[in-house]
């Protein structure tokens, strides 16, 4: 499950060719104590496959790759938000390779910085407010609101000792599955494409999103940090409860008892507090890192993460396939997003 890479990177550098000029645009609308910090973030350039998937799937519905562009626009700026917000609740201090907006600014910066970019991918939106943009704008708020939520359970698990799977599947699907559903069906929106079109683009995105998730939860336990840009097992550290660990934890297993034990908070480290959710958590030592690694391998986390990923993979190039089968769909396009989906997904783990 591996795409070509050299036919992604173009799929990918074409989207940013057109998208890259209208977000920088975008930030010029922003005041300077703000354009600052938003133009940084935007400079340490991600791989922008959403907006690829946007542009995509507004030429999957026949129509030019401009019809998309401020769907694409939107979700670019959404994504960004998230990260920016993200960096902060988990107090990461590094992305892309270097500092974070509130490691380089400042907490109330990082803060204003996201809320601007949320504000800014719904002017992109209405700022021509066609039926079809109003529509995209609406399927944009059920996405943040799922995104939202999704983030609001992870942050819950945090505090909770028995997750199931099936439950962190489900915080998976709004934290990520949502905004990729969006960002491949966005482009249909905006093209006025019929509604089965629609639907199967939103639900390969979905499905896309929960093998990249589930991917994204791989790497950050044997990712390479020269790749991935972030330091790897600093989930493991903070005892984060990723659906590898999560597979292992729901196992009746000597690996799962072993587990339960080392991410269970000691009672000075969990002391009560008036906001519960605000109790610190002393991080694991290095040595504690390793041996939890090495439980999840042995306990199956690893193999069962990598069976669900390519589960879901699946599921995407199915959905992917049924729109194939619609009137009017231009084929090469839905090559494409399929040759962008086995790059995302096919990712070394």
């Not at 057109?18 to 645009?25: R, S």
């Not at 072993?258 to 605000?278: G, N, S, T, V």
């Not at 049924?322 to 783990?349: K, Y």
């Amino acid at each position: 499950m591996s795409g070509d890479a050299t036919d992604a990177q173009a799929i990918l550098e074409r989207a940013r060719v057109l998208v890259a000029p209208a977000i920088a645009e975008a930030l010029q609308g922003l005041n300077p104590e703000l354009r600052v910090p938003a133009q940084y973030h935007c400079d340490g350039q991600g791989k922008g496959t959403r907006p690829a998937l946007a542009i995509l799937s507004t030429e999957v519905a026949g129509a030019p790759s401009e019809v998309g562009l401020a769907g694409a626009v939107a979700i670019e700026l959404i994504h960004d938000f998230s990260l920016i917000h993200d960096d902060i609740i988990d107090d990461d201090a590094e992305r892309r390779h270097r500092p974070t907006v509130w490691a380089k600014y400042g907490v109330g910066t990082g803060v204003i910085t996201g809320d601007a970019l949320h504000a800014l991918a719904y002017e992109a939106l209405l700022c021509d407010p066609t039926p079809c943009r109003v529509r995209a704008a609406h399927e944009l708020t059920k996405a943040v609101s799922a995104m939202i939520a999704g983030q609001s359970m992870d942050m819950a698990f945090e505090h909770r000792s028995a997750i199931t799977v099936e439950q962190c599947l489900a915080m998976e699907k709004g934290k990520t599955g949502a905004l990729l559903s969006f960002a491949s069906s966005v482009g249909a929106i905006l093209a006025d494409a019929p509604e089965a079109v629609i639907a199967g683009l939103a639900e390969f995105g979905m499905h896309l999103g929960v093998a990249f998730q589930a991917v994204d939860d791989l790497l950050g336990i044997w990712g390479d940090p020269a790749k991935t840009g972030k330091p790897v097992s600093s989930d493991l550290r903070e005892r984060k409860q990723s659906v590898p660990v999560v597979f292992v934890l729901n196992q009746n297993s000597s690996e799962a008892a072993e587990l339960a034990q080392i991410y269970a908070r000691q009672p000075a480290e969990a002391r009560q507090l008036a906001d519960a959710a605000a109790a610190n958590v002393v991080p694991l030592s290095d040595e504690a890192v390793q041996r939890v690694r090495t439980l999840i391998e042995q306990g199956g986390g690893r193999e069962g993460t990598q069976v669900l990923a390519h589960k879901h993979f699946e599921l995407a190039v199915a959905a992917l396939n049924c729109v194939a089968q619609t009137n009017s769909v231009h084929t090469g396009a839905i090559q494409q997003m399929q040759c962008l989906a086995e790059f995302i997904v096919g990712r070394d783990f």
